[in-house]
T-cell receptor, first 111, second 111 residues
Framework: DSGVTQTPKHLITATGQRVTLRCSPRSGDLSVYWYQQSLDQGLQFLIQYYNGEERAKGNILERFSAQQFPDLHSELNLSSLELGDSALYFC??????????FGNGTRLTVT | GEDVEQSLFLSVREGDSSVINCTYT??????LYWYKQEPGAGLQLLTY?????DMKQDQRLTVLLNKKDKHLSLRIADTQTGDSAIYFC???????????FGAGTTVTVRA
């Protein structure tokens, strides 16, 4: 168990809808990272937060947004969903001096 | 730039050694990682190596790093059926631990 918790495990929704994915980092970790894993793109870095502030952005679409709350949990919001957004979304956390530890992911299916 | 390449498939007989290879392009990589993903599961950190090291051994796992050739390998001794999974090589650059992943090597262990 990595200590990173992601909910829900599975999400099925329709095109055009909006969903929120939640991540609780390991105790003490200030940094949260979001990754998308899809068959055609592999593992892609989306965005990083550190102690509530956005630190780095990767290949994140404008329809997607994230935030990190004072209790350090993070949410990834995906809106105007398209079929191509179907993927496994991972959250990872670190305390800065350690490797990234990943959660088990949220599998999003857009129908 | 950040570009990590791995061979896509490896088949190995149970009890033999597996060697998974990876090449990366950014010479300023600070850490290099190996993650394991079993079917339907998240990313499990297997091991990592700092860029100023040549080798790291951890039980059945041996990581070799050739910085000159930008080549990383993971050797699994006495491969077991439970080692069947996808193995991802990843690099981080600088201090922000944002990882760039390879496409993953699917290892199949046959009896």
């Amino acid at each position: 168990d990595s200590g990173v918790t992601q909910t829900p495990k599975h999400l099925i929704t329709a095109t055009g809808q909006r969903v929120t994915l939640r991540c609780s980092p390991r105790s003490g970790d200030l940094s949260v990272y979001w990754y998308q894993q899809s068959l055609d793109q592999g593992l892609q870095f989306l965005i990083q937060y550190y102690n509530g502030e956005e630190r780095a952005k990767g290949n994140i679409l404008e329809r997607f947004s994230a935030q990190q709350f004072p209790d350090l949990h993070s949410e990834l919001n995906l809106s105007s969903l398209e079929l191509g957004d179907s993927a496994l979304y991972f959250c990872a956390s670190t305390t800065g001096g350690s490797p990234l530890h990943f959660g088990n992911g949220t599998r999003l299916t857009v129908t | 730039g950040e570009d990590v390449e791995q061979s896509l498939f490896l088949s190995v007989r149970e009890g033999d050694s597996s060697v998974i290879n990876c090449t990366y392009t950014d010479s300023s990589s600070t850490y290099l990682y190996w993650y394991k993903q079993e079917p339907g599961a998240g990313l499990q950190l297997l091991t990592y190596i700092f860029s100023n090291m040549d080798m790291k051994q951890d039980q059945r796992l041996t990581v070799l790093l050739n910085k000159k050739d930008k080549h990383l390998s993971l050797r699994i001794a006495d491969t077991q059926t439970g080692d069947s999974a996808i193995y991802f090589c990843a690099e981080s650059i600088g201090g922000d631990y944002k990882l760039s992943f390879g496409a993953g090597t699917t290892v199949t262990v046959r009896a």
